[in-house]
Each structure stands twice: as C-alpha cells, then as structure tokens.
C-alpha cells in the first residue's frame, strides 16, 4: 500500500466530496484522515489516501484530471518519519482583537523553542460584548522535553501582552 497526501481546493458548490471520494474509491483507494473546509468562497482540504501500489499513477493521474472540472488535486507521497515527534503535548488557545502578525509572532516565538505546530485551527469570530472582529486561535503542539514549560509561558506572555491578546496553554 501507498500513502498518499492530497491537497484539495475549488470554488465551493455540492458534490465536490463526493466527486473527490469517487474518483478515489473507483481507483482502489481508501481514504484515511481529513480537513476541509470552506474559505473565502473556495473549498479547500488536505486529506491522507492509502491505495495499492500497483494502481498509485493511475489514481494520480485521475486526481489530475478532475482539474478539468474545477478540483485542483496536489498529490504527494507520505514520507514516514522513522521517528515521531519526542515530547509533551500541549494545546494553545489564542484570542484578542485582530491585526496583522500575530500567527508569525507566535509561530516564531513557538520554532524559538523548536516547538512542532501539529494541528492549527484560526478564525475571526465577532466580539460578544461589541461588533469587533475577534482572532482566535487553536493549535496542538509537541513540545521537545527539554523545553522549560514555565520558560515557554513567560515567552508567549510577553507577546501576548505586545498583540494585546490572551493565550493558555494546557
């Protein structure tokens, strides 16, 4: 069996999954893990198929075409680590009124520690005690073991008292 990661994005309308699902299954393949979702009038996911070696190019080659139709198809192999991630894992919440950089702030100040993004989730969302746009952020994280949490905390407070924004971590 091949794993293959696929990058999915269009302009949003019914029946894209299916179409995307189809075409996987009529080739052999078997879909595993996925994200999608709706952006900015566009359907956009990333998703993890596993099919037999033997009909991997044909599958391959079968995403590409549904460009025809409007779904662009990425596809690459999944390298497997040899190794996972070592370390503790934490989740981060981020909310504060928007502006641009925060992601980079807190993104460079997360690589400063050698912290591994696993999964990040944003979204702007309406205040509720005013009509401002809220940032809001969730991410999980692995963190190396040798990282001082309390070293960490103290880092990602700072910024946040720079962005004007709350961040917990747990």
Do not use: Y
Request: charged share 20%; net charge negative.
């Amino acid at each position: 069996m091949t794993s293959l990661v696929l990058t999915v994005i269009a302009p949003d309308k019914p029946g894209l999954v299916e179409q995307l699902s189809q075409t996987i299954v009529s080739h052999g393949g078997n879909w595993l893990e996925s994200s999608m979702s709706r952006l900015a009038g566009k359907f956009a996911g990333i998703l993890i198929v596993s099919v037999p070696t033997n009909k991997t190019e044909a599958l391959q080659d079968a995403l590409q075409a549904l460009e025809s139709q409007g779904l662009k198809v990425v596809v690459e192999r999944s390298q497997e680590l040899a190794d996972e991630p070592v370390g503790s894992s934490i989740s981060l919440e981020l909310i504060g009124h928007d502006k641009p950089g925060i992601v980079r702030d807190i993104s460079h100040a997360l690589n400063r520690f050698n912290i591994n993004v696993e999964r990040l989730s944003t979204e702007l969302v309406s205040g509720s005690m005013s009509a401002e746009e809220l940032f809001k952020a969730e991410a999980d994280l692995t963190v190396p073991a040798n990282v001082d949490l309390d070293d960490l905390q103290q880092s990602l407070e700072d910024i946040a008292s720079d962005l004007m924004v709350d961040i917990t971590l747990n």
